[in-house]
């Protein structure tokens, strides 16, 4: 790993005090599900920034066409619904995580009901239930059948802007968290350096900072996550001394939309939930012989079997045989308007469907009350790493991690506004007034390359080797690229965000291949042909953290389960 990748603290250089200064109690750096629920917890007790990259219409959460898991069904249990999490994960789930978020899911989706989330309901009137990949119940709320994300972004987002001590600024890029000069990897977190294409570069210094950024899909060429997902989050995380973990675990959703010269879109997982089959070209339901739950089986088993499908058949796609499923297009109006648009009629035609990256397993390491290794900073949404997930999410934990997570960082973030002197659990004192930060950074003597064409080379670089099936040799290639295109992009100061989001996605890039070249293994959505097996010696979270060679290898935590 070039040692540029640690060696660059900030990505421009400043005086904290000669810029703008914002200042406020905690600041949120998202506008997700994870972001927006975390605001509306710390404003009973501060006054809250949410900072959005983009328009706070355009996130993974507002994407989401998956639904929100709890147990609300009378033939259903909290103990079912911790076991499917633990299966899916591969012997990596932290059983004390998984049965707090998932124990809290009842409260949290009934929460979510009463607060004016708008969900489907079936015949009866009741909230209506739908399965997904590895749920042994219907277990599942949608809002219009597949924008339950567009729904939640605008429920909550309605709550967050009628709290008279939350400020919203959209289109304002995070570069960097802001430590104290000199202090190494210590912190504490002070707040944030930002960019408004307005009002310019911007401190806004705060007690607690709450990262909600979301994830980082754009890393690879094909995709289902919004051109925001650049890892933005992770990489100032990782730049500002907190510690991540499972970064090599990245699943890839097993079907969206593939047409040639068009980007990738999803095609919920509710959809095979409602009964629609996967085929090869000769029509065969291959999925019946690769699980016994067929096509809803966990992600990485479903990915990994359409991808065997692609290399023996040396086909471009799969299809999804759809005409099964009962009144389609009032189930999935979205996605029916956009099988529409190709000219695909899913009562009639078959839809042809390949993987793509869909969610970042790892991130910032956090207890459950989202507090990282970094005093001041919390980390909620597919930018944290709760332990919840394991080797491999299951689907529609997501949300409800970000909803529980998210109100827990914002209520434990109060720890950081007591008064000057008071300590927290980090043993810091509460930090007031701003400090005098610098950074410094040679302008470099290497040569000019073409950020398009590295964000191009990046993606295509991380989808062929470091995808849905992994290898040693490949991964070593792999980081021999990004180390070679770091040597020219990482010591450059750009004054734009797309220069700044390459340098995050090689960072990150650059992490994830790193984990995924040391866990010489497979599980979840890990997987290595030069190492086909699970290995007890990596059932253990790996933890990185800026300037160590080697993670910290951390023991999977585990309870006696109550049956």
């Known amino acids: 790993m070039n040692s540029l990748f640690d060696e660059r603290r900030y990505l421009i250089p400043f005086r904290s005090i000669l810029l703008p200064q914002i200042f406020t109690d905690v600041l949120v750096i998202g506008a997700g599900a994870g972001g927006l629920s975390a605001a509306a917890s710390a404003s009973a007790h501060g006054d809250v920034i949410v900072l959005a990259k983009g328009r706070t219409s355009v996130s993974n959460t507002a994407w989401a066409q998956g639904g929100v898991a709890g147990v609300l069904a009378d033939d259903d249990t909290i103990e079912s619904h911790v076991q499917d999490t633990l299966a899916a994960g591969a012997g990596l789930c932290d059983e004390p995580a998984v049965r707090s978020i998932v124990g809290a899911g009842t409260e949290t989706l009934r929460s979510l009901l009463d607060s004016g989330f708008r969900a489907d309901h079936d015949p009866t009137g009741s909230v209506a239930l739908g399965r997904e990949g590895g749920h042994s119940h219907r277990r599942i709320i949608h809002a219009q059948g597949d924008a339950t994300g567009r729904e939640l972004t605008r429920s909550l987002g309605e709550q967050a802007r009628a709290a008279p001590n939350i400020r919203i600024f959209e289109q304002c890029f995070a570069l960097d968290l802001i430590t104290p000069s000199g202090n190494g990897n210590t912190g504490p977190c002070l707040g944030a350096i930002t960019h408004h294409p307005r009002f310019g570069l911007q401190v806004i210094w705060a007690k607690a900072t709450i990262l909600a950024s979301g994830g980082a899909g754009m890393m690879w060429r094909e995709t289902t996550n919004p051109p925001l997902a650049t890892a933005d989050g992770l990489a100032m995380a990782y730049r500002a001394g907190a510690s991540v973990a499972d970064v090599g675990f990245m699943q890839f959703h097993p079907t969206t939309l593939y047409v040639a010269g068009a980007s990738r879109t999803l095609i919920s997982e509710a959809v095979r939930g409602e009964g629609a089959h996967l085929l090869d070209q000769n029509g065969r339901r291959f999925m019946a012989d690769a699980h016994e739950l067929a096509e809803l089986a966990p992600r990485d088993i479903v990915s990994?079997?359409?991808?065997?499908?692609?290399?023996?058949?040396?086909?471009?796609?799969?299809?999804?045989?759809?005409?099964?499923?009962?009144?389609?297009?009032?189930?999935?109006?979205g996605i029916a308007d956009t099988l529409e648009q190709f000219e695909l009629d899913p009562t009639k035609d078959l839809i042809p469907v390949n993987p793509a990256a869909h969610y970042l397993v790892g991130g910032v390491r956090t207890d459950l009350a989202a507090r990282t290794d970094l005093p001041g900073l919390y980390a909620v949404g597919e930018i944290g790493s709760t332990g919840l997930h394991g080797a491999n999410r299951l689907a529609s934990n997501s949300l409800l991690e970000a909803l529980v997570i998210g109100r827990a960082a914002g209520d434990a973030s109060?720890?950081?506004?007591?008064?000057?002197?008071?300590?927290?659990?980090?043993?810091?004192?509460?930090?007031?007034?701003?400090?005098?930060?610098?950074?410094?950074i040679p302008l470099s003597e290497h040569g000019e390359i073409d950020l398009a064409d590295v964000r191009s080379s990046l993606r295509s670089a991380m989808w062929r080797n470091v995808g849905i099936v992994r290898a040693g040799a490949r991964l070593e290639d792999a980081a021999d690229m990004l180390d070679f295109w770091a040597r020219y992009s990482l010591d450059k100061i750009f004054d734009a965000p797309g220069g700044w989001e390459v340098q995050n996605m090689l960072l990150v890039a650059s992490l994830v291949t790193r984990s995924a070249r040391w866990r010489a293994e497979s599980r979840g959505c890990h997987q290595r042909t030069d190492a086909p097996e699970p290995l007890e010696q990596y059932a253990v979270h790996d933890v990185w953290r800026r300037g160590a060679p080697e993670p910290v290898v951390q023991p999977v935590e585990h309870t006696v389960a109550t049956l």
């Not at 810091?428 to 610098?438: D, F, K, L, Y």
């Open 414 to 440: 109060a720890e950081m506004l007591t008064g000057e002197g008071q300590s927290n659990p980090w043993g810091v004192a509460a930090r007031s007034g701003p400090t005098q930060v610098i950074s410094d």
């Open 304 to 333: 990994r079997a359409i991808f065997d499908v692609l290399s023996t058949q040396s086909i471009p796609h799969v299809w999804l045989d759809a005409r099964p499923v009962k009144n389609f297009s009032a189930r999935f109006p």
